[in-house]
């Protein structure tokens, strides 16, 4: 189940908001857990975007994460990510936390992403 959607507070300000939750059956370990992800954004047209991530499974077979006190039995996975847009064709992406890493699917392309904890900077220009 997916919930999505967006608020224009003017011609310049909008916040979103992205809710995913997920029951999940593992055959092989004959378990049956849930997932959820869910993100916050506040944008600034046409500057940037500054975005709150959350990211959690029950899943004890999963390996990283840490245990979340509001919900006991499920390992979460936070992070903020701030992009910025400069001189017309840049942009400078900001993520600080933590990314649980896996299958990581895109516009119908899908990568492998190994999990991350920490600060990174991306910068992306086009010619």
Not at 41 to 47: E, G, H, T
Not at 63 to 81: C, P
Request: net charge negative.
């Amino acid at each position: 189940m997916a919930v999505e959607g967006t608020y224009y507070f003017n011609t310049r300000y909008s916040g979103s908001a992205h809710l995913e939750a997920m029951r999940l059956e593992d055959v092989r370990q004959d378990e049956i857990f849930g997932e959820f992800f869910t993100a916050f954004a506040i944008s600034r047209a046409p500057y940037g975007t500054f975005t709150v991530i959350l990211e959690a499974t029950a899943d004890p077979g999963e390996v990283g994460g840490d245990r979340l006190s509001l919900i006991e039995q499920y390992k979460g996975w936070w992070a903020a990510e701030a992009d910025f847009n400069f001189l017309e064709r840049h942009n400078l992406l900001l993520f600080v936390g933590q990314d649980r890493g896996g299958l990581k699917c895109t516009s119908g392309r899908c990568r492998y992403v190994d999990p991350f904890e920490g600060v990174k900077l991306t910068l992306r220009s086009t010619f």
